[in-house]
């Protein structure tokens, strides 16, 4: 049973920058998997902000955050991160963790198994 455990979120001002870390337990040993961050604001679906393969490390990001964010993860360290920079309001949800075994990585949430519990991104103007 995978565990996922959010940390890192706030209140920053527009332009400003945050990093979000997953921690990740219970992972099967050898086996290939997808790693994500997703968010959803009040009123809005949940969406896909970046993903990562961890069979070679490719990333996919949202258009609405190329450039600004970065995902990576520590292998040593069971650790998924997001570092996001130059934040806007546009920016501000709840940003969650979620993980799936396989060798596709989906855009989609529903089908990712594993989900952390949140963590809250709050962006001023």
């Known amino acids: 049973q995978v565990q996922l455990v959010e940390s890192g979120g706030g209140s920053v001002q527009a332009g400003g920058s945050l990093r979000l870390s997953c921690a990740a337990f219970?992972?099967?040993?050898?086996?290939?998997?997808?790693l994500g961050w997703f968010r959803q604001a009040p009123g809005k679906e949940r969406e896909g902000v970046a993903i990562?393969?961890?069979?070679?490390?490719?990333?996919y990001y949202a258009d609405s955050v190329k450039g600004r964010f970065t995902i990576s993860q520590d292998n040593a360290k069971n650790t998924l991160y997001l570092q996001m920079n130059t934040l806007k309001p546009e920016d501000t949800a709840m940003y969650y963790c979620?993980?799936?075994?396989?060798?596709?990585?989906?855009?989609?949430?529903?089908?990712?198994?594993?989900w952390g519990q949140g963590t809250q991104v709050t962006v001023s103007s």
């Open positions: 979620a993980a799936r075994y396989g060798t596709t990585c989906p855009k989609v949430p529903y089908q990712y198994n594993y």
């Open positions: 219970g992972y099967v040993y050898g086996a290939s998997y997808c």
């Open positions: 990562i393969y961890s069979g070679g490390g490719s990333t």
